[in-house]
């Protein structure tokens, strides 16, 4: 919200600075005053048009697997082994695969719902994930209740390269100014290393925020016209 919030405020000084010219009669006040209203109802509108240049017309890749949720296949060694914590909202789905009917309860990361609610709101949101869409499908379906991710992609729209499974973001949007990836493996964005945001992997800890942590960035990253020019300085940081 900084930039229009920051337009605004030049307008106000502009509009005073505007009153304070006028002579001192009355009948020249009021005119001088009709004109100044119009003047700058005519800015604000421009100034509204300039801003949604950069709002609202990004996209935000999201991966799936220990960035917004953690499964398990019921009757799996991981299924025994892991223990999560009974505040953790999780959901047992069935999968269909290989003429199999498998299970799996899936977790999901804590404040996914209202960091997806969020994040709808400033940005197109894509879920990109190298699982197979057999598991991946009914995941984001849970997930998703209110209609918010726009495109899913799966396994076989990564590109595979050294046994890793890469992202081709260009799938999602073809101008690489307007679009970044969270991911918690950064091998995932390893052909668009400016785009990309690492997150930490996220397994049963009921008490990550990571995903709470990361919206003040991504409400500034929205008005960048190139977002790799931010995301550039985090890499150089590291
Ligand atoms: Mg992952």
Redesign the pocket.
Known sequence: MMMPSTKLLKLKSTTSNATKNIPSTTTTTTTATITTTATTTTTTTTSTTNASQYYKNKTLIL?????LVHSVRLGSEASINTKVNASVIRKNIEVQCDKQNLIYEVYKRPHVDFFLKTISQWYKVVIYTASMAEYADPVIDWLDQDNLISQRFFRQSCVLKNGNFLKDLTLAEQDLCKVCLV???PIAFDLYKENGIALPTWISNPNDESLLDLLPFLDALRFAADVRSILRLQHKLK
């Open positions: 991966d799936l697997d220990e960035t991911d918690n493996s």
